[in-house]
């Protein structure tokens, strides 16, 4: 499966931005996905997943703050970040894998990243 992110930029603190992330193919259905993020200087990290039921987990620092949601029809996981904070800023990446277990630690496919900057 290939991966298409989009939707970064610049935000003020306490705003909000919605990424999205395009897969290609037809079992986009049957895979988990996820987002992860890369902030400068620092090692990636997981943020959040969904599985194929549609339950979801959250990294500790995002949780009441950011949203993971799915459309199978079209094809796109989507992350709703709100109450945005500097420390958000990073390049955030979507991926996917074949179980929301695998997702959050080794996904099998990696999208190219979209950068958000949060300004205080």
């Known amino acids: 499966v290939q991966l298409q992110a989009s939707g970064g930029g610049l935000v003020q603190a306490g705003g909000s931005l919605r990424l999205s992330c395009a897969a290609s193919?037809?079992?986009?259905?049957?895979?988990?996905m996820g987002w992860f993020r890369q902030a400068p200087g620092k090692e990636r990290e997981f943020v959040t997943a969904i599985n194929r039921s549609g339950t979801t987990t959250y990294a500790d620092s995002v949780k009441g703050r950011f949203t993971i949601s799915r459309d199978n029809a079209k094809n796109t996981v989507y992350l709703q970040m709100n109450s945005l904070k500097s420390e958000d800023t990073a390049v955030y990446y979507c991926a996917a894998a074949s179980s929301s277990l695998v997702v959050t630690t080794r996904p099998a496919y990696w999208g190219q990243g979209t950068e958000l900057t949060v300004s205080s």
């Open positions: 193919g037809r079992t986009f259905n049957t895979y988990a």
